[in-house]
């Protein structure tokens, strides 16, 4: 009851269903290996594309050596095809004469 003695109501509200947002999928950029770049392209790359530390980049480095391939990061669809193609369009190892363009990357969805 109100001081004038009217008297209100509110609506009661139903519990509705809890509204699913949409799940972030995430991607890994993948660095794949090759002959034809040196660990110092490597991680000049990595150092100007992503802002890794020459520690980091080399220890990336390393790792693309031995196995074949490293995940450089992991982000949204969007900002993942961004960062491929930025490595695509790194351009040759001006170090090593038969490198004749850019390191290949790809992207992959991360495993739930």
């Keep these: ?11 009661v509200l139903e519990p509705t269903e809890e509204v699913q947002r949409p799940k972030y999928r995430a991607y890994n950029v993948i660095l794949l290996n090759d002959d034809d770049h040196t660990f110092d392209y490597v991680i000049r790359m990595l150092k100007q594309l992503f802002g890794y530390p020459e520690e980091k980049g080399f220890l990336m480095a390393l790792e693309v050596h031995e196995t074949g391939r ?10 993942a095809e961004l960062k491929r193609d930025q490595i695509h369009a790194f351009g040759p190892d001006p170090l090593l004469p038969r490198s004749k363009g850019s390191m290949s990357a790809t992207i992959e969805p991360v495993e739930d």
């Design 1 to 11: 009851m109100t001081m004038s003695g009217i008297t209100s109501t509110q609506p």
């Design 70 to 79: 490293v995940i450089v990061c992991t982000t949204t669809l969007e900002h």
